[in-house]
């Protein structure tokens, strides 16, 4: 994700309006890339007259930034791309409990908090990718199973800085308990074939050299991978089905405790679960929509259809602290 390199706030739409007239204007503080948010925001803009604008950085500055500026902050939304994140927002006071029957009866419990301070408006999946030429599909299960010896020198991973990473293993602690998930993240540690990767794109090229066989990566970047190299023999494989679950996280929304507009952010929230507005984002960032009524872009639908872990996401803010010290204790870099 390429963050701006400084505070910079983009107004996105005005309208022609007199100032009497004018609809107050929204803020976003946001960890998104504007290519994803710029097309979806404008459609707002003109469909509502509100105008928006955003600031783009690190979720950790955003949060540093909104406790900083206390009572006098302009941030009407924090929009991040993880649930634990705003997950953290929340626990330090940064955002505010919406009422919105839209967005709880669109959005499935386990991607919003349990308290309707954070809400998911779109989702990915971690799973696993395999090289098809070198193994079948019936020698995958899910994440557990990537610890077993068989995988010996065959496993590509992400490092434990990732937040992608300390997400999953917070839901496997929440899952699975903290020293099955120790054991778990010892496995993947010895089997891996090389030092862990810093992005997902990385690992796609490794695997086609035969570095490694299988791995854990989001689906959305395979899907990217997938659209510009059509003939690679990299597949998906939907970890855990007979049990628990893929593992899903969202890019999310919250409305901040701050905000002198909280009646306008919470119709920006609702008008990004309704279906045109689904489908759009859908179409831009490769993610899954949430709501039931829409299909994901073809050419990640043609992925297959999944069971997904539902587990509430609040999980992989509570348990993060504890995935940062068993990926430390694992020896997982």
């Known amino acids: ?42 459609r707002y803009s003109a469909e509502t007259g509100t105008p928006v604008s955003y600031l783009i950085e690190p979720a950790s500055a955003l949060i540093a ?19 634990a994140s705003l997950w953290q927002a929340t626990q330090k006071g940064l955002t505010t ?16 908090s349990p308290d309707n301070h954070w809400f998911g408006f779109s989702k990915r999946t971690q799973t696993l ?40 293993v917070a839901m496997l602690i929440n899952r699975d308990g903290e020293q099955k998930t120790l054991a778990t993240l010892q496995g ?7 030092r862990p990767f810093a992005e997902d794109s990385h690992i796609f090229p490794a695997m086609e050299q035969n570095i490694c066989d299988v791995s854990i990566v989001n689906s959305y970047y395979f899907a990217r991978y997938k659209h510009d ?21 969202i890019t999310g929304a919250a409305v901040t405790a701050h905000s002198d507009n ?6 920006l929230l609702e008008w990004l679960v309704l279906k045109e507005a689904q489908a759009q984002y859908a179409k831009l960032s490769h993610e899954y929509p949430v709501n039931k009524k829409v299909y994901p872009v073809r050419e990640v639908g043609r992925r297959g259809k999944y069971s997904e872990d539902q587990h509430n996401l609040s999980a992989s803010g509570r348990y993060q602290a504890q995935a940062v010290v068993l990926l430390k204790q694992a020896g997982y870099r």
């Open 262 to 267: 909280k009646a306008g952010a919470t119709d």
């Open 129 to 168: 990718i395999y090289n098809s030429a070198v193994l079948d599909k019936q020698q995958l299960k899910g994440y557990e199973d990537l610890a077993d010896p068989k995988w010996e020198g065959n496993l590509c991973l992400r490092t434990a800085q990732q937040a992608y990473t300390q997400s999953l």
């Open 65 to 83: 930034r909104l406790e900083t500026e206390g009572t006098q902050s302009k941030a009407d939304i924090l929009l991040t791309s993880s649930a």
């Open 229 to 249: 190299n059509p003939d690679t023999p990299l597949k998906l494989f939907w970890a855990d089905q007979d049990s628990s679950g893929v593992h899903v996280d």
């Open 97 to 112: 409990a919406v009422d919105s029957n839209t967005l709880t009866d669109i959005i499935p419990a386990h991607l919003r």
């Open 1 to 42: 994700m390429k963050y701006l390199p400084q505070t910079l706030a983009i107004i996105l739409a005005t309208t022609l309006v007199t100032p009497l007239q004018a609809a107050q204007e929204l803020m976003i503080y946001s960890t998104k890339n504007a290519s994803y948010l710029t097309p979806l925001l404008d």
């Open 188 to 194: 993947w540690v010895y089997n891996q074939a090389v």
